[in-house]
């Protein structure tokens, strides 16, 4: 069974209710019937009723009846929506007036239906910019406890059996946090690992801290920066199996790690690897992607307490589909 194989068969095992609020999209109510026809989750769309079953309909579509369809317009919620949204944001300067318009806007409204405990994620993207998708998510949902940035993780599905599980690597940070700290990038470690568990399905996150140098093997301030995010994430999360400062053949090739880093418990073993900044982590994951011929599958956002996932305006409807099961993966690991 390939990766999406047992992400999709680990959602449907514990079904998770998963908000699209651009419900009116094409390909995002597609992906919901197509999902709602498999049981892959509980799919709740966001918009009139008559609307998106017109929309449905006009596209042959037969299972968006099953979906929960919540209409911020004349939601009995709304109104509790609107004074959640006033209390997380009145110290802000929001007004409860303020809050009352900007809960009908769907993709803050869907935050709401999670903070509130009535979903566990939500995608959106196809129609909306990463900031519209971020905003909301930020601003109410928050970040997870001990976390305070947000990054983005890609699984490498590589054609190279003997590298990370079964040639299986996750990478991070490919997508939002363009220059982290040693403190951000510690952070980018463990939620990392935290995506290799719950999506990728590791029993265990084997995680190199990326850099130029191989303990000690150069002397710059940006290996200093490694060194210390390494240690910064022990601390965040003890017992994470993590080493660093790592070239990547030292994390990836047992005769180079055993070489270089004697003694590590994660050299030539690793299956997480986490790039020291965002452009490398990009040309990184894209070099492999297209020079490597691997299946790149993401950006998976982490760091939020509960899922909220960017689509690319570009997707396909199964990019979308993919996308449900893994937030939804996602989601069971964040009860």
Same mark, same amino acid.
Request: charged content about 20%; glycine content about 8%; overall charge negative.
């Given at each position: &069974? %390939?990766?999406? $194989?047992? /992400?999709?068969? !680990?959602? @449907?095992?514990d079904r998770q209710r998963i908000v699209l609020p651009e419900s009116l999209e094409d390909r995002t109510i597609t992906a919901a019937d197509r999902a709602l026809a498999d049981g892959l989750a509980d799919i709740i769309l966001i918009g009139s009723r008559e609307e998106i079953l017109a929309k449905a309909s006009s596209l042959g579509l037969s299972n968006i009846g099953k979906a929960t369809i919540i209409d911020p317009a004349s939601s009995e919620k709304t109104a509790v929506y609107a004074n959640l949204l006033y209390e997380l944001r @009145?110290?802000? %300067? &929001?007004?409860? $007036? *303020?809050?009352? @318009?900007? #809960?009908? +806007?769907?993709?803050?409204?869907g935050c709401?239906? /999670? @903070? +509130?405990g009535d979903g566990d994620g939500q995608i959106s993207g196809a129609l909306s910019t990463t900031g519209d998708t971020l905003r909301p998510a930020l601003q109410i949902i928050k970040c997870a406890p001990g976390i305070s940035c947000v990054s983005g993780a890609m699984l490498l599905v590589t054609k190279a059996p003997e590298f990370g599980e079964e040639g299986v690597l996750v990478v991070g940070d490919v997508a939002v946090t363009p220059m982290p700290d040693a403190g951000q990038l510690s952070q980018i470690a463990v939620c990392t690992a935290r995506t290799a568990r719950s999506v990728a399905g590791f029993a265990e996150p084997k995680v190199a801290m990326l850099s130029f140098s191989t303990k000690g093997s150069a002397k710059? $301030?940006?290996? *200093?920066?490694? #060194?210390e995010a390494t240690r910064l994430a022990r601390e965040l999360e003890p017992g994470l199996n993590i080493d660093g400062e790592l070239q990547a053949d030292a994390a990836l090739v047992p005769s180079v790690g055993a070489k270089k880093a004697p003694g590590s418990a994660i050299a030539g073993k690793a299956n997480v690897l986490v790039l020291p900044n965002l452009e490398v982590g990009n040309i990184a994951y894209k070099l492999v992607q297209r020079l490597g011929s691997a299946d790149a599958i993401g950006p998976i956002l982490q760091g939020i307490a509960r899922p909220v996932n *960017?689509?690319? !305006? %570009?997707?396909s409807v199964d990019d979308i589909y993919k996308m449900i099961a893994i937030t939804a993966c996602q989601a069971m690991d964040s009860h």
């Amino acid at each position: &069974m %390939g990766l999406i $194989e047992q /992400i999709v068969a !680990r959602a @449907k095992s514990d079904r998770q209710r998963i908000v699209l609020p651009e419900s009116l999209e094409d390909r995002t109510i597609t992906a919901a019937d197509r999902a709602l026809a498999d049981g892959l989750a509980d799919i709740i769309l966001i918009g009139s009723r008559e609307e998106i079953l017109a929309k449905a309909s006009s596209l042959g579509l037969s299972n968006i009846g099953k979906a929960t369809i919540i209409d911020p317009a004349s939601s009995e919620k709304t109104a509790v929506y609107a004074n959640l949204l006033y209390e997380l944001r @009145k110290n802000k %300067g &929001m007004t409860l $007036e *303020d809050a009352s @318009k900007l #809960v009908l +806007n769907p993709l803050y409204f869907g935050c709401l239906i /999670i @903070k +509130n405990g009535d979903g566990d994620g939500q995608i959106s993207g196809a129609l909306s910019t990463t900031g519209d998708t971020l905003r909301p998510a930020l601003q109410i949902i928050k970040c997870a406890p001990g976390i305070s940035c947000v990054s983005g993780a890609m699984l490498l599905v590589t054609k190279a059996p003997e590298f990370g599980e079964e040639g299986v690597l996750v990478v991070g940070d490919v997508a939002v946090t363009p220059m982290p700290d040693a403190g951000q990038l510690s952070q980018i470690a463990v939620c990392t690992a935290r995506t290799a568990r719950s999506v990728a399905g590791f029993a265990e996150p084997k995680v190199a801290m990326l850099s130029f140098s191989t303990k000690g093997s150069a002397k710059h $301030e940006v290996v *200093d920066k490694v #060194v210390e995010a390494t240690r910064l994430a022990r601390e965040l999360e003890p017992g994470l199996n993590i080493d660093g400062e790592l070239q990547a053949d030292a994390a990836l090739v047992p005769s180079v790690g055993a070489k270089k880093a004697p003694g590590s418990a994660i050299a030539g073993k690793a299956n997480v690897l986490v790039l020291p900044n965002l452009e490398v982590g990009n040309i990184a994951y894209k070099l492999v992607q297209r020079l490597g011929s691997a299946d790149a599958i993401g950006p998976i956002l982490q760091g939020i307490a509960r899922p909220v996932n *960017d689509l690319s !305006r %570009g997707c396909s409807v199964d990019d979308i589909y993919k996308m449900i099961a893994i937030t939804a993966c996602q989601a069971m690991d964040s009860h």
